[in-house]
């Protein structure tokens, strides 16, 4: 797991060129989303070693000389390119770019989600509102608006948050199936997904899906078109109100990025709501990304940067936790975690809770 209680070991010139890049990171961004959008890292790749010239390029993009050029500069100090008897070549960082799909989910959820939003990160922390969420609309979260979005974001919110769910999945499921459940509680389930891999792992599992009204209206035609209509329904709630009531009957509850959505406060009242609706055999399996259990550096940092996020677009007070601060919320709900996976997917880890025995 990565680690931090040393200095990073870095040359002083080497640390103040990183200043610059993070005084410079937005042009940066811009950049290689436009390098990208104008298929001009596409085109230098699509010559391998030998490279192409400028003119060539130029040829082959829709947009002028002058464009090309100052974006290949850029693509050169980024080291996304580099020039072999001057024709440019697609370098590694270029080469992902183009062709990983995280980088794509990342790179687009950043630009249609986030980037204007993240101007106002100062007075969303000095509020604890999501301030650059006005950008879109006047909602107090951005779930209350997901389905109002424009189609750009709303497509590169989902897709972003599927991504990375999608990946565990297939991991998760035997895991959940394997104490043969029978009815599946989905607090905040969204459109569906979750639900819809369940019927497919299980064809006569019943599915309960927990969440605000507009994600329930899609669920209810994803589970039409799917034929699912009779396993999958959907319990309405705004689980912000700590009046509303729990869907009971369940004898499995799942929380798949969920509760990083919500502040510690919130989650403790989520979680105290859960355990009262939980019997002696009711099993809680939270899926989460803790940023402290992820196996390599770069997952931390995708993974604290979503954080972000949360603060300036999604609710201002929620992000992406610490297993530890996790696990105390979860004890102080009168749960405890029976069993704990790490590795499941994109970064995943997996808490299967159950209730405190009577003491």
């Known amino acids: ?14 640390a103040k060129f990183d200043a610059q890049k993070i005084a410079f990171a937005p042009v940066s961004f811009q950049a290689a989303r436009c390098l990208v959008k104008f298929d001009i890292l596409k085109h230098i790749g699509s010559t391998g070693e030998e490279g192409i010239s ?30 072999h008897k001057s024709k440019y070549v697609l370098d590694k960082t270029g080469y992902f770019l183009v062709h990983d799909n995280m980088a794509k989910r990342n790179l687009n959820f950043i630009h249609d989600v986030c980037y204007l939003g993240l101007f106002d990160l100062d007075k ?77 792992y ?32 959907g319990f309405e709630v705004n ?5 509303a009531g729990f869907f009971d009957g369940a004898d499995t509850i799942w929380m798949s990025q969920f509760l990083d959505c919500f502040g510690e406060n919130e989650i403790l009242s989520i979680l105290k709501r859960t355990a009262s609706v939980m019997k002696k055999n009711t099993r809680l399996f939270i899926l989460e990304t803790f940023w402290d259990r992820q196996p390599h550096e770069a997952g931390a940092y995708c993974v604290n940067a979503t954080s972000l996020y949360f603060t300036a677009m999604a609710n201002g007070n929620s992000r992406m936790y610490h297993s530890n601060d996790m696990q105390k919320l979860i004890r102080a709900a009168g749960l405890y975690v029976e069993e704990d996976i790490d590795e499941l997917g994109l970064g995943h880890t997996l808490f299967q809770c159950r209730l405190k025995p009577d003491e």
């Open 202 to 233: 299980q064809p006569d599992i019943r599915v309960t899906v927990m969440d605000l009204p507009g994600q329930l209206a899609v669920l209810a035609e994803n589970a039409r078109r799917a034929g699912a209509e009779n396993q999958i329904n």
């Open 54 to 83: 400028l003119d060539d390029l130029v040829s082959k993009c829709a947009i002028s000389e002058y464009g090309v050029s100052v974006l290949v500069d850029m693509g050169l100090s980024m080291r996304l390119i580099w020039v």
């Open 1 to 14: 797991m990565i680690s931090y209680d040393k200095p990073y070991k870095i040359h002083a010139f080497d």
């Open 239 to 243: 689980l912000l109100d700590e009046e």
């Open 124 to 200: 969303s922390i000095e509020t604890g509102d999501p301030v650059g969420l006005q950008v879109f609309g006047d909602w107090p979260t951005i779930y209350q608006g997901l389905k109002d979005l424009p189609s750009d974001a709303k497509k590169s919110w989902f897709e972003f948050d599927h991504f990375y769910s999608d990946q565990a999945f297939p991991a998760v499921l035997p895991l959940i199936f394997a104490h043969k459940p029978t009815h599946i509680l989905d607090v905040g389930g969204n459109t569906g997904k979750w639900a819809l891999k369940c019927i497919e």
